[in-house]
């Protein structure tokens, strides 16, 4: 079994919004046995620690308001995130908390949850609707979180693999073992 970790970065604004998210997502990290990385909030001061959990986290959740995109920190937690994205190291998401203009910007490259863009605000059956929609989202890209970590440690061991066999072979050819 895999033991993956996911990441749920917001602004400082939308603290209790994440801290719901992250209660309401503890279920489903327990069945899957993944892991949640402490909390990270716009405004901290950002240090080696905290870009290493970013570094490493397999999923990442990013929390989309004005908010967010407004701070300098969030802009640095998610250029990291996506530039793990794009190269297939990690599955970065962007949830849509609050109206803000997400669509100017480079989150056009990752996931986006909810799939019908609502916001909490906009969701006409109330908050709890909306984080279930959020969490029905999650988990299929946990999913393939876990394709992505699967197919990267079979690269690594071919890598490592390959580079025995290399060693090997020049022994082989002259008859030593």
Not at 155 to 164: A, G, K, M, T
């Amino acid at each position: 079994m895999l033991l993956l970790s996911v990441l749920v970065a917001a602004a400082e604004a939308d603290y209790n919004e994440k801290k719901e998210l992250t209660k309401r997502l503890t279920p489903l990290l327990k069945k899957r046995q993944w892991s949640l990385y402490a909390d990270i909030l716009a405004g901290d001061n950002i240090n080696e620690k905290t870009m290493e959990q970013v570094s490493k986290s397999d999923l990442v959740l990013l929390i989309l308001s004005a908010d967010f995109l407004a701070d300098d920190t969030c802009h640095k937690i998610a250029g990291v995130a996506l530039e793990r994205h794009q190269a297939n190291k990690n599955t970065t998401v962007a949830v849509l908390l609050r109206h803000c203009d997400w669509q100017n910007t480079y989150f056009n490259e990752c996931h986006i949850l909810p799939f019908d863009h609502e916001t909490i605000a906009e969701s006409q059956n109330g908050a709890d609707c909306w984080y279930q929609k959020i969490i029905k989202g999650i988990e299929p890209l946990m999913k393939n979180a876990e394709l992505i970590v699967e197919n990267n440690n079979l690269r690594q061991e071919n890598y490592i693999l390959q580079q025995y066999i290399d060693r090997l072979m020049p022994n082989i050819k002259n008859g030593k073992q």
